[in-house]
């Protein structure tokens, strides 16, 4: 049992989720291409809009050289041809006909398969696997797909193996998916994924608490957007002014969603859970970023003067690098336990051995503390400095000088995802 709640963010509804079933029947065929009820998309999780021709540029010259190597498959509906795959494919056959290209006609015969199902949620279940297997989805069009799955009550582990995600992704997936009015910021690219499930989980912690931040945060939220908007309408305009009719700012710089960057995110994050108003005013982070899901470590450059800079940026760094520690500890004892022991890098690294012991690493701990000795014996001025290593901050070009436009003070958003192109195969 999943409890549904309502767009709206308000309620909750039980929804019972069905187990899988054994495959849906099918049988090869042939159907003309104007049988095809085309605007019936309820089997598409992708934008219509990346069924135009400009879109589909790769396969129509695919479909011109090598015809259809794949049948399209669809599902007969009150009467009438609904595609369940194939949609780009079926678009792209409709634009060669349309000019007339060789071997291509309104009434062309095409080879096809025919589900003999009649359940919606194993067609919809059929066909976000067709996607998923032949094109991975972005981001937006798998939370799109999550929406839709979860809607015709899939069950959560069928859900996330259409998708090709885990049950936890799936999940943080749902929270977008369940929350029109986020989903719409998010597919009109004023905020990312990552960003938005830190915000909504924020908003939804106080909901229960405080019905007002809930709302005051939306709004908040809507006036941002919408100032920032405006704001790089103008300096688009000012660029071109400048340097002419369509040089103005790129594509991607003029997306909202460059300017909220997951940092800012998390600062919101904790002014919602405080009752207070959004602003820009983003307070010095250590970016430390552990996925036990994919076992992945992302930790930001840092350099600190441990004499002079605040304690609360020391304290930052300390707490989080101790809690990574812990959460590192069982990967590091299960990889020990492989025999994958890391060897010596050659560098001038202080390691906790102590911490290595406490896991009961002692051969580990041993090794590494003999390398250390070695190492301050050779270092004339003492222990080797950790952030010798680091990165030093890199300085950017500012846009908002060359417009004389203020800048906001927030830095973009490096989480950026590529438009989708559909299905790779004809």
């Not at 908040?220 to 790089?232: I, P, S």
């Not at 108003?277 to 840092?302: R, Y």
């Not at 930052?316 to 025999?339: C, F």
Request: charged content about 30%; proline content about 5%; some cysteine.
């Amino acid at each position: 049992m999943f409890n549904r709640k309502s767009e709206e963010g308000k309620g909750t509804k039980p929804t019972l989720q069905a187990e899988p079933r054994s495959p849906a029947e099918q049988r090869a065929t042939r159907i003309r291409l104007n049988e095809i009820d085309r605007s019936n998309l309820q089997f598409s999780c992708r934008d219509s809009k990346y069924l135009a021709e400009q879109y589909l540029d790769d396969l129509i010259a695919s479909l011109q050289k090598e015809g259809m190597q794949v049948p399209v498959e669809f599902v007969q509906l009150g009467g009438k041809i609904v595609l369940t795959k194939g949609h780009r494919r079926v678009a792209a056959c409709v634009v060669l006909a349309r000019k007339q290209a060789p071997r291509f006609r309104d009434d062309m015969e095409l080879d096809a398969i025919e589900v003999l199902e009649t359940d919606p949620t194993e067609l919809l279940v059929r066909s976000i696997l067709d996607n998923t297997i032949r094109k991975s989805l972005d981001q937006v069009e798998r939370i799109r797909a999550a929406r839709a799955l979860f809607r015709a009550s899939v069950h959560e582990g069928r859900a996330a193996d259409a998708l090709g995600v885990s049950v936890q992704s799936y999940k943080r997936d749902l929270l977008i998916a369940g929350d029109a009015w986020m989903f719409e910021h998010v597919v009109a690219n004023h905020i990312n994924p990552t960003a938005a499930t830190i915000i909504l989980k924020a908003m939804h912690e106080v909901a229960s608490n405080d019905p007002q931040g809930f709302q005051r945060a939306r709004d908040e939220l809507d006036r941002w957007v919408a100032a920032k908007a405006a704001e790089l309408e103008r300096k688009d305009k000012i660029l071109q002014a400048k340097r002419g009719k369509g040089k103005g700012l790129s594509e991607a710089d003029k997306q909202v969603r460059r300017y909220l960057s997951n940092q800012l995110a998390e600062h919101w994050a904790g002014l919602i859970h405080q009752g207070a108003s959004l602003d820009e005013d983003t307070e010095w982070t250590f970016q430390a970023d552990l996925d036990l899901e994919k076992e992945q470590l992302q930790i930001g450059s840092v350099r600190l003067d441990l004499a002079k800079d605040p304690v609360r940026k020391l304290a930052e760094v300390a707490s989080k690098l101790s809690q990574l520690a812990k959460e590192i500890g069982p990967i590091l004892k299960r990889r020990h336990a492989e025999g994958q022991r890391p060897r010596s890098t050659g560098k001038t690294v202080v390691r906790d051995v102590e911490y290595l012991k406490g896991l009961g690493l002692n051969d580990l701990a041993d090794q590494w503390k003999k390398e250390q000795d070695a190492l301050l014996e050779a270092t004339p001025s003492g222990p080797p400095d950790p952030g010798f290593d680091g990165e030093r901050p890199r300085t950017e070009d500012d846009l908002a000088s060359e417009v004389d436009v203020p800048d906001a003070g927030v830095q973009p958003d490096a989480d950026a995802h590529p438009a989708p192109d559909g299905e790779a195969t004809p």
